[in-house]
């Protein structure tokens, strides 16, 4: 009888460490967007084309594109996208501000370092690099 409790103690135990050591942290990216570390690029200027039109890509275009554009934003083009980013639409609803409707709507906030990427392109300039 103490070999039947001893196991059910030890498997029990087994199992609870297994389900402990299986945190939700591990899927940080998943969970908030991307990286979580701290941003390793630390260039001023912010290419266009290679890192701001693929966030776009991923979390923008699929809504505010076509004829029909939700909350009629419109990008998908340098132009659009210039014109969302000038009138501070853009940053305000990535950075979550006050006063902005947060996107991308339905998944998790971008990542430190896409927002940053976003905010040194505006103030890069809006470059089309």
């Known amino acids: 009888m103490k070999k039947i409790k001893l196991g059910i103690l030890v498997t029990g135990t087994a199992l609870m460490i297994s389900f402990m050591s299986s945190c939700y942290y591990d899927k940080a990216d998943l969970l908030y967007?991307?990286?979580t570390g701290p941003c390793t690029d630390t260039s001023t200027t912010?290419?266009?084309?290679?890192?701001?039109?693929?966030?776009?890509?991923?979390?923008?275009?699929?809504c505010h594109t076509g004829s029909f554009p939700s909350g009629n934003i419109q990008m998908g083009t340098y132009a659009?996208?210039?014109a969302v980013a000038q009138s501070g639409k853009?940053?305000?609803?990535v950075s979550y501000a006050s006063g902005y409707s947060a996107m991308p709507q339905g998944s998790p906030k971008l990542s430190t370092c896409q927002?940053?990427?976003i905010?040194?392109?505006?103030?890069?300039?809006?470059?089309?690099?």
Request: net charge positive; aromatic share 14%.
């Open 33 to 35: 967007g991307g990286a």
């Open 46 to 62: 912010v290419s266009y084309s290679l890192k701001i039109v693929p966030v776009f890509q991923r979390y923008c275009y699929s």
């Open 80 to 82: 659009t996208d210039k």
């Open 90 to 93: 853009l940053y305000g609803s």
């Open 115 to 117: 927002i940053a990427d």
């Open 119 to 129: 905010k040194k392109w505006i103030d890069g300039g809006l470059l089309n690099n």
